[in-house]
Structures are given as structure tokens and as C-alpha cells.
């Protein structure tokens, strides 16, 4: 039987720069119940990625945003509670988008099964859900990495950098990482396999990531956007290719950065270099799913695609957790433990 | 028998901003005589393009640079004079980079024969050579012109930008150019079909612009930079394509348009819209090149591809014109008249 309570973290403001606690708010309202077709979940783990910083933003983007007194968006590894759909039963994993509170009423097309028995559940939040299929098909479509090439891919020990690096090393590329903090670096090359990981914090950071360059780069992974893509800019070498995903350095922003206007050097390098800058969200390649799910899977049992997550108890915590992560606090993928997990 | 004096034209410095007179040299040498394997050539038309100012510049780009003292590069279509080459016969008309000069012995492999029966033999320079291939094999492999879609072209009335609209119009595009006098616009529009031409020197060109596109932009084919980029951007749909062959309005500058920095508004674009920017030379598609000249040259026959050139008397005003280029003062392709064409 469910709580007869629904908390759920709402937006209260409109963050301006970085999200402040008093842009969130705990609310709490009865737990819905489904009608027909409807199914009943309750969250277990709750992801937190850098994608939400954007729909909390009044600022267009490519989905739909959160409105002032809604419940955050995000995915969610649940347990069906209640279900009046024949496509699920009562205990039954599900992935979908049911946001930052405790319980939610889905359409059952909303919903994805998650198999147990695949990998523990909490990885369809991380390396078998989003952040791992944006990093396999950013790579096979846009990447495309080959053997004897070097990648470059920033918040290395993150949900999506991690694959990234690793499935360039499966190909047979060079993989270099760049992270935040010392022990992050050492994690990426001693537990991931990376070739060099260096501290985008470190003074002389561009020259020393010329050094572990040597071949120059031929896929930059472009997810944090800022100083990390000034410093590889120059390094990249003609056809390079630069997937973007995401833009974690500009996202807490408030006003551009100051002069000159560096565009016309971007310009010049995309010209010279023929350098292919491509921005993609991973549903663009949703028809590839299986293919990932199958591959990745695979990959994983095989030890060759570690992961990491870190957990935080508690859906209260929710709203600096997020803060955090838009700072680079977590090291791994970013998960909230919002009920006890049952497969455990 | 040629005369006995081959006029060069050398860069005598590098230009600093917009090339002066004094950058340019005349020089006078003796009519070189070629080896066994080599052809003595006279030329007829010198090509003048913007990927020149890359050339006569110190900076590093896709093609090594003009030193001091060194003959200009230039293509021509030129006429054997004297071969030594089993596969050249004296007569045959040429295109090669033979330089801004009157005579240049050539290895054979460099030269290829220009076909008169094709079209008149200067458009090996434009429509059916260099910038005709540009327009053909960038639409073809990075814009990827769809029915119904719309494209965006500046520079639109000459060599490269007039090929990519009518290309893109037979594609069943949308297709909107740009250029700096009304003359020019009113001749995009009346003489090669556009639906429409800006002049970018209007006031209120970016709020023209967004009324001549009411759905968007799916290509914008950049070879200009600077206020037609930053007009477009904003308009660009979902999944546009940038395909990006030149950077006329920076290749003078000398400093960096002041802040602030833009680069973020553009990744920003690239992320939430997916675009996809692309540099390319059009020699990364020379093996698009046999494909080219026989469709090129049937539209060409078939009326559905028109050209317009700017022809310009005598070698030694070369320089001149090639100021004017860069200022946007020439109409149509700029082909320097160095000696009598023979077939006509």
C-alpha cells in the first residue's frame, strides 16, 4: 500500500546563475490514483543530470520546461504500485519521466520495463540508460571514432564522459580525459583505462593537455563547453570531430563572457581544419536503442565498460545534490535513493 | 612562339588588413623552358577567388602560403605552348595553378584538359570548375538540400553562391541569397530565380531576413561570417545544416570584433538545435569530380543553371581587382583576361 503522501520538489523560482535552495520547494499532495490505461509508480532512484539545469531556465530549449510550481523533471527508476494497464504488474521495474516526488500516475506508453536480471536497476538511470546511449550513439553517429585516433572527452568520471572514454578505447582510440579533481583523474585511468586524465583546474592546463596530445585530437567530446573547448580547439586536427551534448561550464551563466568575440576563431578553425561541430541529443537516435541496450549490456558483463555511481539518500536532498552536480561534486553518475530498492 | 618575357606578378608583403598596391610586385623573368615530362603554358584566364587572401597571409591554413617574392597562386585555363608530355599536345587548352604570371611550365600530371566543345573555356573557373564544384559537392555531402526545405546563401551573385541557390532551387529549395547592392539582388532574383535577395547593408537586414524565411532555415551555406551568420543563426531550424567553405568578411581583419564572446550563443544554438557545422575544401570531394562536370554541365545546357563573369583586361591589373574581390565590388566570377581566348 502506498504513504498516503506524494512529497514532490517543485519549482518555486527561476534559478538566475546557479540554483539556489530557495528555488526549490517541498510540497506534498494526496498520491494520485490511475485510471484505465494508467499505471501507478513509486520512485526507488531518481537521476539527477545536467540536462535539467536547461528546463528549469524560462530560456527555449529543445524540450518543453518546468513552469513555476511544477513538479522538476527527471527520470526515475520505479516500482508499479498500482497498475490498470495489461502491459504492467503490480511490482514490476519501470524507467520513465516521473519527476522529483515519491509517487506518480503514468500513461503505460510513458513507461519502460527495466530488466533485472540485466544489470543492477539503478544503471537504466546511468550507463545503460540516457547518459550511456548518448555516448554510444554520439560516438557511432557523430564521433565516430577510429582505431589509432585521439579522443578528448571533459567530466571524464561522469555518467556520460566514462562511457564515452571507454567505448573510444574498445575502438582502438588514444582517450585522454580531463575532470575536476585529483582523485577523479586518478579513478579514469586507473579504474576506466583512460590513457592520461588531467585537472582542468591545473595551472597550465592547455599546455599539458598538448603534451598528452601529441597526434593532435580527432574527436572532442564536447560536454562541459568553456575553457576545456578553448584548450582543445587548437589541438584538433583536420576532419576532427566535435559531438556536442552538452554545455555544463555555461550553463549556470548569466552574461557572456567578456571579449573579444572569439566566433570568427572557431569559424576559421571549422574552416581550415574542416572541423564537423555537431550538437545532438540522444533521442535523436532513439531507433538504436536495442542496439545499445544489447551492446552496452554485453560490454558491461564483459568487463569492459566499468561504471560509477554515487548515491544520495534521500528525495529532500534532491536540490543540492543538483547544485552540486553543477559544480562537478559528484564523482560518478548522480543518483537519489528516493525508496528502498527492492531488488536488493 | 611565346615572347621572350614572362610578366609575374609577386607578393612583395604580406598584406596587413585589406592587400595594398605596394603588396603586389611586378616582375619580369625569361619564358622558362620545360623538361622531358613537362608543358609550357600560356595563360588565357586567371582565376581570382577569396581563398587567396588565406594564401598571401603568414597564418597557417589548409594549403601552404605564398612566400615573399613568390609568384601569386592562381588557377587559369591556359593554352600549351610547347609539350614535352605525351598526353598534351600544343593547342590544348588547360586548366591548371599556373599562378598570376603569363607563362609556367607545368609537370603533366598537374594540368587537366578543358574541354571547349563543354562550355566556353572560362567557366573551367567558375560554374564548371572550382566554385561550381564547392557549391555542388558541399550541398550534395554536408547541406543536403531537402524538397520544401530553406536555404540561406550570401554572396549570393557570385561564382560559389549563385551555383548553390540554383542548385539548391532545383533541389526544390526555398532559397534565399544575400549580397551587398541592389543590383546584385535584383540579378539573383530575375536572372538565376531566387525567391529572394537581401542586401546585408540594409537597415533592418536581420528583421528582412526573418521575413523572407517564415519557416526557418534548414541550410545556410556559409561563406561570408560575420553579420550574416550572426543574422541566421537565430532563424536556423532544428537538425540545419552549416556547411562552411569561406569567411570573406574576416579575411581582412586584423584584430578580433570586440566582446562579448559569442562562442557560448553559438554552442548554445548548435546544442539546443542540433545543428551541424561543417568546414570543407572542395578537393576533400574530388572524387566527386567526373559526377559534377556531367550533371553541372547538363543543367548548364538545359538553361536551369546560369552563370554571370566579371571579366577583367590584362595581368597587371591582377591586384586591383583582386582588392575589389575582397570588398565585394566584382559581379559574378572574377576572371582576369590575360591574353586572346583562342576559340572564340
Known amino acids: 500500500m502506498p504513504d498516503s503522501i506524494n512529497r514532490q520538489i517543485v519549482l518555486a523560482a527561476y534559478p538566475e546563475g546557479a540554483p539556489a535552495d530557495s528555488d526549490f520547494a517541498l510540497a506534498e499532495s494526496p498520491v494520485p490514483e490511475p485510471d484505465d490505461g494508467q499505471v501507478l509508480c513509486r520512485a526507488i532512484y531518481l537521476s539527477l543530470d545536467p540536462y535539467m539545469r536547461g528546463r528549469i531556465s524560462p530560456a527555449k530549449s529543445y524540450a518543453k520546461g518546468v513552469a513555476i510550481g511544477e513538479v522538476i523533471t527527471g527520470g526515475t527508476v520505479s516500482q508499479v504500485i498500482e497498475s490498470k494497464s495489461p502491459d504492467f504488474a503490480e511490482g514490476d521495474i519501470v524507467f520513465g519521466y516521473t519527476g522529483w516526488q515519491d509517487y506518480a500516475v503514468m500513461e503505460a506508453g510513458q513507461l519502460k520495463i527495466v530488466d533485472p536480471q540485466l544489470a543492477p536497476i539503478s544503471t537504466a ?185 554515487d548515491f544520495v539518500d534521500g528525495l529532500e536532498n534532491a536540490p543540492g545534490a543538483f547544485r552540486g552536480l553543477l559544480q562537478g561534486k559528484n564523482f560518478g553518475k548522480l543518483v537519489i535513493r528516493v525508496s528502498p530498492d527492492p531488488t536488493r
Open 125 to 309: 538511470l546511468g550507463v545503460l540508460g540516457m547518459p550511456g546511449m548518448t555516448a554510444y550513439t554520439g560516438l557511432a553517429n557523430i564521433g565516430q571514432p577510429k582505431e589509432g585516433e585521439t579522443l578528448v572527452v571533459a567530466a571524464a568520471s561522469g555518467a556520460v564522459g566514462s562511457a564515452v572514454g571507454q567505448i573510444a578505447k574498445i575502438k582502438g582510440c588514444r582517450t585522454i580525459g580531463v575532470a575536476g579533481e585529483d582523485d577523479k583523474c586518478a579513478f579514469v585511468v586507473e579504474e576506466l583505462g583512460f590513457d592520461a586524465c588531467l585537472n582542468h583546474k591545473d595551472a597550465d592546463f592547455a599546455g599539458k593537455l598538448a603534451s598528452v596530445c601529441p597526434d593532435g585530437v580527432d574527436i572532442y567530446w564536447e560536454n562541459v563547453g568553456g575553457a576545456v573547448f578553448e584548450a582543445v580547439l587548437p589541438l584538433c586536427n583536420e576532419f576532427a570531430r566535435i559531438p556536442v551534448c552538452g554545455l555544463i561550464a555555461h550553463s549556470n551563466a548569466t552574461e557572456l563572457p567578456s571579449g573579444p568575440n572569439q566566433v570568427p576563431v572557431v569559424m576559421r578553425s571549422v574552416l581550415t581544419k574542416r572541423l564537423r561541430i555537431q550538437g545532438f541529443i540522444v533521442w535523436d537516435f532513439a531507433d538504436q536503442e536495442a542496439e545499445f541496450i544489447e551492446t552496452m549490456s554485453g560490454w558491461i558483463r564483459e568487463g569492459r565498460v566499468k561504471y560509477r555511481e
